[in-house]
């Protein structure tokens, strides 16, 4: 059994022959159904989000389940073969494992180490098992990425340190203002970079967040969408004197929040209150931070703490990889047994079977033993094949899938194993491919 993939993702591709591979759910039916109808492939997962489509299969047939596939992914493309080629990239067996433990802990997304496509690639398998499409290897290799994507999570510091600037932003926040969760705070704009600010704040379990903006209407279907309360424009400076946390992000020309005018609110707040600046040109009067018990987080420090924790995911990162080589190398090693085991089984009811046929004919020659010698016989006879047996299967736990396919097919061969169906598939002794082909 074969493992097969073939995708691209933001590396390969552009935005347009993304969209093109994309799958919807009703897509991802009509293949798994057409996957099914082909007598090479025994099971199929779709990965389909905005920076990646991926397509895994098991096979029984590499060289024919090829074929198949790739005619397959033309026809939902749209695209001709010559045209999608050069995006796509192609893995088999233990360098698809490696690049699905990979995905699946976040090393090879767009984002170092986010956290958002474990629950995608638990999704895709979710679609998979309802619909029936995946087998027994499929089930174990998905489970398997699943585990180790935990495992690397609870194990290393890989998505513990934030490289959004929203995030961060909260995050340095957070280092100012104790008891942060029981903060007020006040947004300043109603764009994508607020919201995403918002969002963090309400994840950090603040509670009493007030929204103002220029067009009121913004401010309202905001704070509609995430439960919280809103102010006109004209009368924000008047919550300075109760907030503790002031997040501004408009496209104003010039600053918002100036401190001639914010000092009169600012004079009456007995707290810590921290002005998070996320706007270009700048909302917040960097003077505001001469003010006591007033800071002013702008985007240079914001940008300077994303940088300083990229390098550390990167740390993070080569930590996660050790994680994922061992795990991967787990999962072939289990893989590559499957190929030998059936030949043990075979191998060992053959002996019985000998065993069984010469234990009768001696028997049947030496006449009337008693009990006991009978048993002596037949626990020697049961020792012999047991002895003979076990280091064969000692030695599979410890068989590359290369040496395991010829050791099977010999082993086939000596002793006449003929309820076995096994092939020499040459295309294990290849190198792995790098290219679509």
Not at 48 to 62: K, L
Not at 381 to 405: C, P, Q, R, W
Request: aromatic share 6%; with cysteine.
């Amino acid at each position: 059994m074969r493992l097969i993939l073939y995708g691209v993702n933001h590396k390969t591709a552009t935005v347009s022959i993304r969209e093109c591979m994309s799958m919807s759910e009703k897509d991802k039916e009509l293949f798994y159904d057409d996957a099914s109808k082909i007598t090479e492939i025994d099971g199929a997962v779709v990965l389909s989000t905005c920076n990646r489509t991926e397509f895994y299969f098991s096979a029984n047939n590499y060289h024919a389940a090829k074929d198949q596939i790739k005619k397959m992914i033309t026809e939902y493309s749209g695209y001709s073969y010559e045209q999608i080629n050069q995006h796509l990239y192609f893995k088999k067996d233990g360098d698809l494992v490696r690049h699905l433990f990979s995905v699946t802990s976040g090393l090879d997304s767009m984002v170092l180490g986010e956290t958002q496509i474990l629950g995608q690639v638990q999704e895709a398998y979710r679609e998979a098992i309802e619909l029936k499409s995946t087998n027994n290897l499929l089930n174990k290799l998905f489970q398997h990425a699943i585990m180790t994507s935990k495992l690397i999570r609870n194990n290393t510091y890989i998505d513990r340190r934030p490289v959004s600037v929203s995030t961060t932003a909260i995050d340095l926040a957070k280092k100012n203002i104790k008891n942060f969760a029981e903060s007020k705070a006040l947004v300043i704009g109603a764009g994508k970079n607020s919201e995403l600010a918002l969002k963090y704040l309400i994840n950090n379990g603040i509670t009493d967040i007030t929204i103002t903006n220029r067009t009121h209407e913004k401010a309202e279907n905001l704070a509609r969408k995430h439960g919280c309360k809103t102010v006109s424009f004209s009368d924000y400076e008047a919550y300075l004197n109760s907030v503790q946390i002031v997040v501004s992000s408009t496209s104003a020309p010039g600053l918002v929040v100036k401190k001639e005018t914010a000092k009169n609110g600012l004079s009456k707040n007995t707290g810590q209150v921290t002005f998070i600046d996320l706007a270009v040109p700048r909302d917040i009067d960097p003077d505001l931070a001469f003010l006591e018990n007033v800071s002013v987080i702008d985007l240079d420090v914001i940008n300077q703490e994303v940088e300083g924790n990229i390098k550390k995911r990167i740390i993070e990162a080569e930590k996660a990889r050790v994680i994922l080589h061992s795990e991967s190398r787990k999962f072939m090693k289990w893989k590559d047994s499957l190929v030998v085991v059936p030949v043990i089984v075979d191998l060992r009811e053959k002996a019985d079977h000998i065993k069984a046929k010469e234990l009768d004919k001696a028997f049947r020659r030496m006449g009337d033993i008693s009990d006991r010698e009978r048993h002596i016989i037949e626990t020697m006879a049961s020792n012999i094949v047991n002895t003979f047996l076990h280091s064969a299967s000692e030695n599979i736990k410890d068989i590359d899938v290369k040496d395991g396919m010829l050791s099977a097919y010999v082993l086939k061969k000596l002793f006449e194993l003929d309820n076995l169906e096994i092939s020499l598939d040459r295309s294990i002794f290849e190198n792995e491919e790098k290219v679509a082909n």
